[in-house]
């Protein structure tokens, strides 16, 4: 059960669009943590409170899927949305693999990407925001 303000992880290395994210999120009431590789958002993730993480696929250091693995190695019932550009049957088959809430393509809208949110919120932790 999720008690105040859901926690999100916004993990992208393009800094404009985890801003936008952090912008469209924190007015609705929600807390933002930003990563810009996979190797940032496991430190978050280790280190504070965080109900759900978006990652991109394609990073530096450290990948989204390959954060995502690891990421479900210490924290299994995380729900995580995959984001990419360069979506394709490989990608998304490795997400479900690794147990990826949704995929979503790039570039996603707006109400795309917080409908998502909103159902994998209420799935993992009945939320109702």
Request: charged letters at 25%; proline letters at 5%.
């Amino acid at each position: 059960m999720l008690v105040g303000s859901p926690s999100l992880l916004i993990t992208d290395d393009d800094p404009d669009f985890r801003e936008t994210l952090q912008g469209v999120f924190e007015p609705k009431g929600f807390r933002t943590h930003l990563a810009a590789d996979g190797e940032e958002a496991l430190e978050i993730v280790r280190s504070r409170e965080i109900h759900l993480v978006l990652m991109d696929v394609h990073m530096p250091r450290l990948g989204g899927l390959e954060a995502l693995r690891q990421v479900k190695q210490f924290r299994a019932m995380l729900p995580c949305i995959i984001l990419s550009a360069q979506l394709d049957e490989m990608i998304l088959e490795q997400a479900r693999l690794a147990r990826a809430f949704s995929v979503l393509a790039k570039p996603v809208t707006l109400r795309q990407i917080i409908g998502v949110v909103h159902e994998a919120l209420e799935s993992v932790y009945h939320w109702r925001g």
